[in-house]
């Protein structure tokens, strides 16, 4: 089973500038997330998909980021514009989450992320 | 109060050491339990899910107190490889979705 996928791996940009990141997740994970982690510090969720539809972007500073995931598959993640307090580590998470497994043990699987810094 | 509480270490432990991790969380409707491995520049890996019973695999050992809401990690026998940070993750279920809360982790170093 391939994993989840990113892009790019590292992204160097300077403060202004827009910035996207791209995400495949595992072939019929429903559910989707897009984290940040900065060092030290453990992911914490920017936004979260369930199939096409946001379902919980409350963490998403929503002047400068947006995120969409057409056909809920593949989703991207845009800052603009970039501010030095946004290099960290966004990562992309997806898992089997369906009504049917709503009190299961499925965990979240994470792609390699992307590491973004600002100068 | 954050939902899940970590210690950050770093616990350094000779090889062959047996180390211990605990995690507490803060709200008894949790419902799932993990333990995340991750790398230095690494996104996390599922290490294993922690069952109510107890589980092991291989040298770890993980176990649930839902009574005093903490769930711990035991690594017998170190290798230097299991040098690591080692995030404990809870998923709470709000009806119709689930939500997933990330401790920030304690980092391991084994050393020989």
């Known amino acids: 089973e391939a994993g989840v996928v990113q892009s790019p791996r590292y992204k160097i940009i300077e403060k202004k500038q827009p910035v996207a990141f791209w995400c495949n997740p595992i072939?019929?994970?429903?559910?989707l997330y897009w984290y940040l982690q900065n060092l030290g510090q453990g992911p914490e969720l920017l936004i979260r998909y369930e199939n096409e539809e946001a379902v919980d972007d409350s963490q998403l500073p929503k002047d400068r980021f947006s995120a969409e995931r057409l056909k809920g598959v593949d989703s991207t993640l845009k800052i603009q514009p970039a501010e030095l307090g946004d290099s960290a580590v966004y990562l992309c998470?997806?898992?089997?989450?369906?009504?049917?497994?709503?009190?299961?043990?499925?965990?979240?699987?994470f792609g390699d992320g992307t590491r973004l810094s600002i100068l | 109060r954050k939902e899940v509480e970590q210690d950050p270490g770093p616990f350094n432990v000779p090889e062959g050491a047996t180390v211990a991790f605990n995690c507490t969380y803060s709200?008894?409707?949790?419902?799932?339990f993990f333990w995340y491995r991750q790398d230095c520049r690494k996104e996390p890996k599922l290490l294993m899910s922690v069952y109510s019973s107890g589980n092991e695999d291989g040298r770890f050992t993980a176990q649930l107190n839902r009574a005093s809401q903490y769930i711990s990690l035991l690594i017998r026998d170190s290798k230097l490889s299991d040098s690591a940070t080692y995030l404990c993750?809870?998923?709470?279920?709000?009806?119709?979705?689930?939500?997933?809360?990330f401790g920030s982790g304690t980092k391991l170093n084994v050393k020989p």
């Open positions: 072939s019929g994970h429903n559910t």
């Open positions: 993750v809870v998923n709470r279920n709000y009806g119709n979705f689930n939500k997933f809360y």
């Open positions: 709200n008894s409707a949790s419902q799932s």
């Open positions: 998470a997806s898992r089997r989450d369906s009504s049917r497994y709503l009190l299961s043990n499925q965990p979240q699987h």
